[in-house]
């Protein structure tokens, strides 16, 4: 009876591994190993992390605001109210202010989708939350039986009275014709330092709610987030765009697009952001292109770096 060819080889195979072993050895100690993988390395990676990582800010909302710099928040609401804010000039999405777009030359490009999102920045972020109350102020009234033109009086007077006021302290403004808004402005900072003002702007009164929209944008119309940003190196003329606070960059990719911001001609330029956005895409598609463009494609065989990097390999070929 002939052996099969399959049971030889195993025979063959089992032979070779019983055999006793010819070469050095050495012990292998495991718990060492794992005392080195689980504590050094988790020591070394909570060193790291203390000394490199982003500090742990506290969440900025409505209510914090409010109580660090209520001054701020009083002069922004006169701004909402009137009209005069970043976002009520902001143009599309938002709202149809004349000559607020930007535009890659002759194509408005913020205008193609029109107002999607549309913010009235005196009812959405002033009117409408006072109307939550229990009760409701007064001047909610006074105001909305008002013209535009009217509107537009008390603000600005009201405004000018902030700027001109010791600290820019409400309390300390003079008497004068601001019909409504300064009940109105106080009821919304009481309303913020209490913490009814975030639920009620922030998530619209919904349990469940990813839409913070209204509260970022009326944030981002005050001085007291700005200054937090200026704080942590994160505005334009520093970093540009971060995902993370603190010194260092969060997201490296986006280096690039912060890098533009800072060169002629989008430095100076009303349409910077759309100028950005444009090259960049320009720049995204040669990259995407390079297997394709004759000349471009051949660069790393004529310019070999990647020789140095993997010296060792060519070395021996």
Known sequence: MTKSPASTSWRTLNDIASRPWP????????FKEL??????????????????????????TLKSWA??????????????LGGTSGTAGYGPPYNSTPDATQKLGPIDLQSLSGVRLPIDTANDFIIGPLQTLPNPPAAIDEWTKASDAQHAA????????????PD???????????GPVPALTGALLAMAQ????????????SFYNTDYKASILFLGDGSYFPGLADAQHLTGDQ???????????????????????????????PDADVLVVFSMVILTLLLTLVPFI?????????????????RDYYKHR
């Open 194 to 205: 209490q913490g009814t003002l975030d639920p009620v702007l922030g998530a619209k009164g």
């Open 239 to 269: 970093w540009g765009v971060m995902n993370e606070t603190g010194n260092y960059p969060g997201q490296s990719w986006l280096w690039l697009f912060s890098a533009l911001y800072q060169v002629e001609p989008f430095k100076s330029s």
């Open 35 to 60: 005392v080195v993988g689980l504590v050094v390395v988790g020591l070394l990676v909570l060193g790291l992390s203390a000394v490199f990582s982003s500090p742990d800010e506290p969440t900025v």
């Open 67 to 80: 109580m660090a710099d209520p001054a701020d928040f009083v002069a922004t609401a006169t701004t909402e």
């Open 294 to 310: 004759p000349g471009l494609r051949s660069l790393p065989r004529r310019i070999p770096v990647h020789r140095l990097i993997w």
């Open 23 to 30: 070469g050095t050895t050495r012990e292998y100690d495991l």
């Open 154 to 165: 008390w603000t600005t007077a009201y405004g000018d009275a902030l700027s001109k006021a």
């Open 168 to 178: 820019n302290d409400p309390a300390k403004v003079p008497p004068g014709d601001y």
